[in-house]
């Protein structure tokens, strides 16, 4: 059977924890393959590092660096047109759901190159998020769906695609996480901040939602603010929501606030925190794995198996329903590492597979 030839295209930071598998393993069978970075990223801190952790090269940088959404996505696939003519792969390969996602998804369709969709199937149902729009798009587009869990391929099957083009693989994510523990252990992060393990809390916060709201900014650093009086809040800083703490004015006294962290260093503080409070998507899979309760400070989740089978619970973006919810978990016994059906370290080969069966 011939060999098919393959672009990996990753654009943001966590596309970049998704695609290191896949390159691997692809490396591994001997696929030719293409990683195409579009930029959408571009520092040191959400991009570069995250390069080295992995030992990642990108073939192709598009370079198309930030801007509104509709810069940003029309920029990428301008960029992406002539790069996919020069290569002619036989499958575009893309990850989560980000701008880079859907614009590079768009540019494939409509030149006849098939697109293989890896995380298909997530719905947080709320189309004002943008990664939303994202999902569905690239979903309806993609001729292969590979989901990480099976109420994921439900969502497919109700929208109307053929079981045929759907494939239940398991979680990319974990794939690195499984790779990568025994060398983040490794980390001096936790002694350079000077942190006591189990004795912190790690958040992170830049959903648009979250960040580009005062009010509700400022909700969200009252409650880190009062749990970091008797568990010290981690915060490290994503470029939007700095930029948003320093435009509005608000104050980030009391917790520790860093620069963003590499792959390494940020999966060794998670692994030694006694809680976590976030609105990322990765980070409500990567706890529950780790068996590190988390808090997520959204309305909704494209990622329900986390609170059904994880570690995962919502608790809205209210300041005394952050702190009351943070109150009882610190006060419970940290809970068990969750066992999540092929979450289990092997997904980019059922993904490879999956591409190689694919007729
Ligand atoms: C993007 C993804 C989101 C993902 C997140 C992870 C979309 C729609 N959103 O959101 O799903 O969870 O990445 O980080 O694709 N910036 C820098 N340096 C960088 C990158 C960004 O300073 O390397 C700043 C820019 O001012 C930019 C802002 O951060 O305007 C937002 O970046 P952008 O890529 O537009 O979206 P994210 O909020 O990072």
Same mark, same amino acid.
């Given at each position: 059977?011939?060999?098919?030839?393959?672009?990996?295209?990753?654009?943001?930071?966590?596309?970049?924890?998704?695609?290191?598998?896949?390159?691997?393993?692809?490396?591994?069978?001997?696929?030719?393959?293409?990683?195409?970075?579009?930029?959408?990223?571009?520092? %040191?801190?959400?991009?570069?590092?995250?390069?080295?952790?992995?030992?990642?090269?990108? #073939?192709?940088?598009?370079?198309?660096? @930030?801007?509104?959404?509709?810069? #940003?996505?029309?920029?990428?696939?301008?960029?992406?047109?002539?790069? !996919?003519? $020069?290569?002619?792969?036989?499958?575009?390969?893309?990850?989560?759901?980000? /701008?880079?996602?859907?614009?590079?998804?768009?540019?494939? @369709?409509?030149?006849?190159?098939?697109?293989?969709?890896?995380?298909?199937?997530? +719905?947080?149902?709320?189309?004002?998020?943008?990664?939303? *729009? /994202?999902?569905?798009?690239?979903?309806? !587009?993609?001729?292969?769906?590979?989901?990480?869990?099976?109420?994921?391929?439900?969502?497919?099957? $109700?929208?109307?695609?053929?079981?045929?083009? *759907?494939?239940?693989?398991? /979680?990319?994510?974990?794939?690195?996480?499984?790779?990568?523990?025994?060398?983040?252990? /490794? @980390?001096?992060?936790?002694?350079?901040? %000077?942190?006591?393990?189990?004795?912190?809390?790690?958040?992170?916060?830049?959903?648009? @939602?979250?960040?580009?709201?005062?009010?509700?900014?400022?909700?969200?650093?009252?409650? !880190?603010?009062?749990?970091?009086?008797?568990?010290?809040?981690? !915060?490290?800083?994503?470029?939007?929501?700095?930029?948003?703490?320093?435009?509005?004015?608000?104050?980030?006294?009391?917790?520790?606030?860093?620069?963003?962290?590499?792959?390494? =260093?940020?999966?060794?503080?998670?692994?030694?925190? +006694?809680?976590? *409070?976030?609105?990322?998507?990765?980070?409500?899979?990567?706890?529950?794995?780790?068996?590190?309760?988390?808090?997520?400070?959204?309305?909704? &989740?494209? +990622?329900?198996?986390?609170?059904?089978?994880? &570690?995962?619970?919502?608790?809205?973006?209210?300041?005394?329903?952050?702190?009351?919810?943070?109150?009882?978990?610190?006060?419970?016994?940290?809970?068990?590492?969750?066992?999540?059906?092929?979450?289990?370290?092997?997904?980019?080969?059922?993904?490879? =597979?999956?591409?190689?069966?694919?007729?």
């Amino acid at each position: 059977m011939k060999k098919p030839r393959v672009i990996n295209v990753v654009g943001a930071r966590p596309n970049f924890v998704k695609v290191a598998p896949l390159v691997q393993e692809m490396r591994l069978r001997g696929i030719e393959q293409v990683l195409v970075h579009t930029g959408q990223h571009y520092d %040191e801190n959400m991009s570069g590092k995250f390069f080295e952790d992995f030992d990642l090269q990108a #073939q192709e940088y598009l370079g198309v660096g @930030s801007g509104t959404h509709a810069e #940003q996505t029309a920029r990428i696939m301008l960029a992406f047109e002539p790069v !996919l003519l $020069k290569y002619r792969p036989d499958w575009l390969v893309v990850v989560g759901d980000v /701008n880079s996602t859907l614009a590079c998804t768009l540019v494939a @369709s409509k030149l006849d190159v098939r697109v293989c969709h890896v995380e298909a199937g997530l +719905r947080s149902y709320d189309r004002s998020m943008p990664e939303e *729009i /994202n999902r569905v798009v690239t979903d309806a !587009l993609s001729q292969l769906l590979c989901t990480p869990s099976r109420d994921a391929t439900e969502n497919l099957l $109700k929208e109307g695609i053929a079981p045929d083009r *759907i494939r239940f693989v398991g /979680n990319i994510m974990i794939d690195t996480l499984y790779r990568l523990l025994p060398r983040a252990k /490794n @980390s001096t992060v936790v002694r350079d901040l %000077e942190l006591e393990e189990r004795r912190f809390c790690v958040a992170t916060i830049h959903r648009a @939602s979250n960040v580009d709201d005062r009010d509700v900014l400022a909700r969200l650093l009252d409650a !880190l603010r009062t749990i970091s009086t008797y568990c010290l809040c981690v !915060l490290p800083l994503h470029p939007r929501t700095r930029t948003r703490i320093d435009n509005f004015g608000l104050d980030t006294s009391g917790l520790r606030v860093v620069e963003p962290l590499g792959y390494l =260093d940020f999966i060794c503080l998670v692994s030694k925190a +006694r809680l976590v *409070i976030t609105d990322s998507g990765g980070l409500q899979e990567e706890t529950s794995v780790l068996g590190i309760p988390c808090l997520t400070v959204r309305d909704n &989740t494209e +990622r329900p198996i986390t609170i059904w089978e994880g &570690t995962n619970q919502l608790v809205g973006t209210d300041t005394a329903c952050i702190v009351a919810a943070a109150r009882k978990v610190l006060d419970e016994a940290l809970p068990r590492p969750a066992k999540i059906e092929k979450w289990d370290g092997r997904t980019a080969e059922r993904v490879v =597979d999956a591409l190689l069966d694919f007729d």
